[in-house]
């Protein structure tokens, strides 16, 4: 029901768009967010927006880099000065709970979408 498209390979320094489409699912109503789970890491929260888009929350290692936004079928994470660390796969999330940063807040995942960023 959720599809994130948009990752790949970038050099450090380097930027991508990851792009979120829901289907099935009442997407303006939901809140949503990003996380991500490196290799052998625990999985972390990355951003989250509210159904509105009024309101947002960053993940202190992305703030000033990352930014969230979404319109009327489609929510974005554009990401710029990316760095090694911040190669992962990437969810997609959304859920009608409020927003926040544990992924119990969410009801709905996404497959993933891969960003490796090579130094």
């Known amino acids: 029901q959720l599809q994130a498209c948009g990752g790949g390979v970038v050099q450090a320094g380097g930027s991508l768009r990851l792009s979120c489409v829901a289907a099935?699912?009442?997407?303006?109503?939901?809140?949503m967010g990003w996380f991500r789970q490196a290799p052998d890491e625990d999985r972390e929260f990355v951003a989250a927006?509210?159904?509105?888009?009024?309101y947002t929350e960053y993940a202190d290692a992305v703030k000033g880099r990352f930014t969230i936004s979404r319109d009327k079928n489609t929510m974005y994470l554009q990401m710029i000065s990316l760095k090694p660390e911040d190669t992962a796969v990437y969810y997609c999330?959304?859920?009608?709970?409020?927003?926040?940063?544990?992924?119990?807040?969410?009801?709905?995942w996404g497959h993933g979408t891969v960003v490796t960023v090579s130094s």
């Open positions: 099935g699912i009442t997407f303006s109503r939901l809140d």
């Open positions: 999330v959304a859920g009608s709970r409020g927003y926040g940063r544990k992924p119990s807040t969410y009801d709905y």
């Open positions: 927006i509210n159904y509105s888009g009024a």
